[in-house]
């Protein structure tokens, strides 16, 4: 993990080693946390290294940790936000599901300024939520 961190991260990984690392990336993707994972796509895109088969098996990874609503800590969730708006290289169903997210957990984001502050950045900038949590969010800003 610490390579990863260490050079994917900081986005000095080369295009050789990113293609070396994505398949034991993805097979330790069930004992990494949420936000490593959401972190590894977003600098992977920014190194503009896009495996859509390593992609897929990331989201997918993710997706089963954000369908568990109370598993996920607000921090953890930010750093997805923030990940794919940013890429915007997430399925619609990500999209969907992320906006979900918010909305079951609304009552506990509603009370965190940072969290309401970086969501009403990420997702009100990209588009890439529904107009209802956008409006809740503003709403509460």
Known sequence: MM???????NLRA?????AFLHPHILALSGE?????LARII???HLLEYDDLSFNKGVESAILGALKDV????????LEVVKSYTVTRI????????????????????????????????????????????????????
């Open 90 to 141: 997430g399925s619609r169903e990500l999209y969907k599901t992320l906006d979900l997210w918010i909305q079951f957990r609304w009552e506990e984001v509603s009370e965190d300024r940072g969290a309401l502050d970086t969501l009403g950045l990420y997702l009100g900038e990209s588009g890439l939520a529904s107009i209802k949590t956008l409006k809740m969010i503003q709403n509460m800003i």
């Open 3 to 9: 390579v990863v961190q260490g050079l994917v991260y």
């Open 32 to 36: 990494l946390g949420v936000s490593d």
């Open 42 to 44: 977003k600098s992977t």
């Open 14 to 18: 080369t295009e050789e080693l990113l």
């Open 70 to 77: 109370g598993r996920l800590e607000i921090e953890e969730f």
